[in-house]
């Protein structure tokens, strides 16, 4: 069975920092490309950043410069380094496992960034 489990979500002042993790299981995550999406109250799910098998990534212009995608594959999970945060980063965030013929989601995880 298939589980993408995120974690490392919370509550953080503006500029601060949090670290997303999107362990999984039943897959090997360099077989898969791995992107984090958001998706705020009200409004559509978006992509913030992907990474190809090879490891190439690509990032929503909102998130340039301020998150990082990155794998670790001998712990099979995705990281989602996000700084200098800004209240509009507040949403829920999920990871997604995208293969040829599959599509695998976590339930989430919930970033707050509010003072």
């Known amino acids: 069975q298939v589980q993408l489990v995120e974690s490392g979500g919370g509550l953080v002042q503006p500029g601060g920092s949090l670290r997303l993790n999107c362990a999984a299981s039943?897959?090997?995550?360099?077989?898969?490309?791995i992107a984090w999406y958001r998706q705020a109250p009200g409004k559509q799910r978006e992509l913030v950043a992907a990474?190809?098998?090879?490891?190439?990534?690509n990032y929503a212009n909102s998130v340039k410069g301020r998150f990082t995608i990155s794998r670790d594959n001998a712990k099979n999970t995705v990281y989602l380094q996000m700084n200098s945060l800004k209240p509009e980063d507040t949403a829920h965030y999920y990871c997604?496992?995208?293969?040829?013929?599959?599509?695998?989601w976590g339930q989430g995880t919930q970033v707050t960034v509010s003072s």
């Open positions: 039943g897959i090997i995550v360099s077989n898969y490309a």
């Open positions: 997604d496992a995208v293969g040829i013929l599959q599509d695998y």
């Open positions: 990474i190809t098998r090879g490891e190439s990534t």
